[in-house]
């Protein structure tokens, strides 16, 4: 296939500043960027003006449900939400039923992957069988078939003593773990930030400090033991300020922010909207500004959606009841443009580089620069269009979202992996 | 044409009442209950006209609101002001006296409060207005004034306690 | 879409003066005291008195609700609530039932939805729900037609409380506002303190805090005094002291050590009632009482005692609120 883009504007991750040009791809394969292009015959031309060609996004924390809660998504809706949000690659996480605990099931996932979904799938792998922080799961099997994050996402492992010694165990093979914090003591099942809010619901609320012990426990711990450690969805100021910390000590440790906690707050539930509840939970403003400055600066070294399916029966029960999480994949780069790049928050350079590059590179694979020579693997951005989060919209079978039926600037006109136009409108 | 009523009127109207009860009951013992609102300001009169006519009459309130066959139909509940009954219902000798006597629903309301209390030996009901067009059967036994009216005129009836000046305006057709 | 605001919300002071002419406003539902205004609540306390005017006829019943039909759905064992609203729903001449459901929790498999679907059906006018789970009885009223009182969600809100309590003080102090309400115990947990709480500040009442630092909510509005010992609250001279029950089955997870010690700390122990008589101080307490835990037995016979009041008071003020709220006219 030959595809001959005019007029874009390309965004890389070295900077904010877009670079004008033409793009030429072969057989799925970045042959010539440059000013005035010629078509080559039997092209197809796509006029880019005003629009900005990006790297594809890539999201390390999803939530597929496949298998076991195929109702809420499963790999092939779960992949189409990605491909219509930009994003190209995803990596699962095992909290499914059965767990993702052994070669077996990562053969599985890999299996369906293939037969359905357009877009790469990588898995995690859970530490401990079933997810139930009691016995180490199968680390070699998983790892043998390029598993590289070992989590049990979805809760922390309480069990230090374990947790050290998978992180001894581990830490001399080719992979990182990934940490859901949580002290389960201090929270509990309600998803609910302490603070004035909790206490106008009357819901005990689950304190940041939950988070942050649990944070700095296994930081701690990975930073004794020689471990790669990831953060996910950090929520709360002091836990950006404790990974700040931490990697001033020298430990080697990432973390992650989902758009989620940068954009909401828990004031935001209003009269129990359940499409505020997610854990870890929204916290305040201040917060909110923290985590800013946590992106901008690089503390946070990736974006992740935490995309959390949910049927909308689940989501209608009191707030106490409804399960946590909401969808991400369709909805993050849009939101972020709306909300950041647009008022000028932050830059595209940032935006590839923390929703594109990095997350690529912690999983072990190259980042997608548009370059000669490169793989196609990009998407368009409208600054100028809009995006309508309408059920017909979004992909995905849940559409457990804030932004369902809202409308924000910004659209994702085209979405390219190697020879294939994967999304065009 | 519109019908007005002066204060004059309306004293008028009252001290015929006045005249036609002591009339009837000139030794007989008997209590007012006025209903709110404005029954009550004219039973009120009518007490007061009594006493100086040298009987004194005890006098209760009562709010029918609570009786009302219509609180299904209205958006907005009647605020509740509460009745006032301090003598004994059993046995009594009641006249209900209202301001305006139209399709009778408030009377049947009222009696059925009324009993609520006790069982009077008898009900009277002294009306300053009937303006005919009844409803239920009921007819009043005291009348300050007939007035010749059409089902939906409305009357507004303004009473020096509950809104500064005495004045009765019948308004055609009001919808 | 509130997503970005940076309006930080402000809530309170509460108190907002009258506005001069304020028409009488309806509700389909009754479901806290947050979002009643001062005018609805004075209401609402305005109209309990001619219900409770009638308690002392022959006949305590009116016809204002005949032919109503009033469903109670209690998911927490409460024989008081229970009973005070049946009570006050006849009165009314409703036709009351009560939906029976098991008190352990909703059966599994049937959702709330579902639920709210078969009450939905049944065509009820009213709906009284009781429930642990906080913002349930929001959930209920938006999905039906029926009028929803919450008769307490959790530790969210209890508004029939909250206005009996309001009714009863200001039986006592005609006029509430700049008086003092010292509330006593566990607020953490309890919907009574939430709502009573607001309530009164609503009115104009200034309201303190009293308890052990884990029972006491570090998070609530700023406004409400906290006070860390008894002497100290007793010196600030409340007008009112309001004791919580001290829920002995939430010990599980232990808040303070001893029931001893929470007496000694915060109950209302003979020496402190002596105190509390001495400068005349009016006690009230939601029921069921702890005798020798809250309160001691002294204070039960003592002449500003409220509690037997709120339970009258606690009648006539459902009745006031079930003759306000109004269903949907539509369909």
């Known amino acids: 296939m030959l595809l001959l883009i005019q007029n874009a504007r390309i965004a890389s991750e070295d900077n904010d500043d877009l670079t004008p040009a033409d793009v030429l791809v072969e057989n799925g394969t970045i042959t010539q960027i440059g000013q005035g292009v010629e078509a080559p015959a039997g092209a197809k031309v796509i006029d880019a003006l005003g629009k900005i060609l990006m790297p594809a996004m890539f999201d390390t924390h999803i939530h597929m449900r496949e298998p076991g809660q195929e109702a809420k998504e499963t790999i092939k809706s779960g992949t189409e939400a990605a491909i219509n949000g930009g994003v190209t690659g995803v990596v699962l996480m095992p ?33 401990t069988k079933g997810r139930e922080g009691k016995e180490l799961a199968g680390i070699d099997g998983m790892l043998n078939l390029g598993v590289k994050m070992l989590t049990d996402d979805g809760d922390a492992v309480p069990d230090l003593l374990l947790l050290k010694h998978a992180m001894e165990y581990a830490s001399e093979f080719d992979c990182f773990f990934a940490s859901h914090c949580e002290v389960l003591e201090l929270s509990g099942p309600r998803a609910l930030n302490e603070g004035e809010v909790s206490h106008r619901l009357g819901i005990p609320g689950t304190p940041a400090c939950s988070e942050e012990i649990c944070m700095d426990r296994d930081i701690r711990l990975a930073h004794a033991t020689g471990a790669r450690l990831h953060i996910q969805h950090v929520s709360s100021k002091i836990g950006m300020e404790t990974i700040r910390w931490w990697k001033q000590m020298g430990a080697k440790v990432t973390a992650e922010v989902s758009p989620h906690h940068l954009l909401f707050r828990d004031e935001d539930i209003g009269d129990y909207n359940t499409h505020y509840k997610m854990n870890p ?28 399916p949910h049927r909308a029966f689940e989501k209608s029960q009191d707030f106490v009841t409804a399960p946590n999480g909401i969808t991400g994949l369709e909805t993050a780069l849009v939101s972020l443009y709306h909300y950041f790049v647009k008022k000028g928050e932050f830059g595209w350079g940032l935006v590839v580089n923390r929703y594109s590059a990095q997350p690529r590179r912690m999983m072990g694979l190259d980042a997608v620069p548009i370059s000669e020579g490169g793989k196609a693997d990009f998407l368009l951005f409208d600054p100028e269009g809009e995006t309508t989060f309408n059920k017909d919209f979004m992909q995905s079978k849940s559409q457990n979202t804030p932004f369902l039926d809202k409308t924000l600037d910004g659209s994702i006109d085209l979405v390219v992996l190697g020879d294939e136009v994967l999304l065009e409108r | 044409m519109s019908k007005r009523l002066t204060e004059s009127d309306i004293a008028q109207a009252v001290s015929q009442m006045v005249n036609q009860i002591l009339e009837r009951n000139a030794s007989k013992e008997f209590v007012l209950v006025g209903i709110r609102s404005r029954g009550d300001e004219v039973a009120e009169r009518i007490r007061s ?127 | ?95 009351v039932t009560n939906f029976d459901v098991p008190h352990s929790s909703v059966v599994k498999g049937e959702t709330i939805k579902d639920t709210i679907d078969t009450l939905q059906s049944m065509r009820t006018d009213y709906i009284i729900v009781r429930n642990k789970m906080p913002g349930l009885p929001q959930m209920i009223a938006r999905e039906t037609k029926a009028c929803v009182i919450n008769a307490g969600d959790g530790a969210h809100a209890h508004p029939t409380q909250a206005l009996l309590d309001g009714f009863t003080l200001r039986e006592v102090f005609p006029e509430l506002m700049g008086k003092k309400i010292l509330i006593v115990g566990d607020i953490l947990h309890s919907r009574v303190a939430r709502s009573t709480s607001t309530l009164m500040r609503k009115l104009g009442v200034e309201v303190a805090w009293l308890g052990p630092g884990s029972l006491v909510p570090k998070h609530g509005p700023k406004d409400i005094k906290r006070f860390t010992n008894y002497d100290e609250a007793l010196r600030w001279a ?35 009632f002596k105190q509390l ?27 500003r005692c409220l509690i037997n009041q709120q339970v009258e008071n606690g009648i006539a003020t459902r009745m006031a609120a079930l003759y306000w709220l109004k269903p949907n006219q539509q369909k």
């Open chain 3, 238 to 272: 409340p007008d009112c002291v309001y004791l919580l029950r001290v829920q002995m089955e939430r010990q599980a997870v232990q808040y303070f050590p001893s029931l001893r010690e929470y007496t000694k700390l915060y109950g209302v122990t003979d020496e402190r």
């Open chain 3, 277 to 303: 008589e001495a400068q005349g101080t009016y006690i009230m307490h939601p029921g069921p009482v702890n005798r020798g835990v809250e309160l001691c037995d002294a204070v039960m016979e003592y002449n």
């Open chain 2, 49 to 175: 006209a009594l006493e100086t006519a040298g009987m004194n009459v005890p006098m209760g309130v009562l709010d029918i609101s609570l009786y009302r066959d219509d609180l299904a139909h209205l958006k907005d509940n009647p605020k509740l002001q509460g009745s006032n009954i301090s003598f004994t219902v059993d046995g009594a000798h009641i006249i209900l006296v209202d301001d305006v006597l139209f399709t009778g629903r408030t009377v049947r309301a009222a009696i059925d409060a009324l009993t609520d209390y006790g069982r009077p030996t008898k009900v009277e009901l002294a009306v300053l207005i009937d303006r005919g067009h009844r409803e239920l059967p009921f007819a009043p036994d005291y009348v300050g004034v007939d007035l010749q009216t059409q089902r939906m005129d409305y009357i507004d009836v303004k009473l020096q306690g509950s809104d500064g000046e005495d004045s009765v305006v019948v308004i055609e057709n009001k919808v």
């Open chain 1, 95 to 127: 909290n499914t039923a059965p767990a993702i605990d052994s070669a077996a099931m990562v053969r599985m996932i890999y299996d369906i992957a293939e037969r359905d979904a357009r877009i790469p799938v990588y898995t995690s792998g859970c530490i």
């Open chain 3, 1 to 95: 879409m509130a997503v970005i605001s940076l309006l930080v919300l402000v809530v309170g002071p509460v108190y907002t003066p009258l506005s001069s002419s304020s028409p009488p406003m309806t509700r389909k539902d009754l479901l806290d005291i947050e979002s009643l205004s001062r005018e609805e609540i004075e209401l609402l306390l305005d109209q309990a008195g001619p219900f409770k005017d009638l308690f002392t006829r022959s006949v305590k019943k009116v016809p204002a609700l005949k032919g109503k039909s009033v469903l109670t759905l209690f998911y927490e064992p409460s024989t008081r609530t229970l009973s005070s609203f049946e009570v006050a729903a006849k009165r009314l001449s409703a036709d």
């Open chain 1, 281 to 308: 939970p929204l916290r305040t403003a201040e917060d909110n500004k923290a985590l800013l400055e946590g992106l901008k600066e690089g503390v946070f070294d990736i974006i992740a959606t935490d995309h959390a």
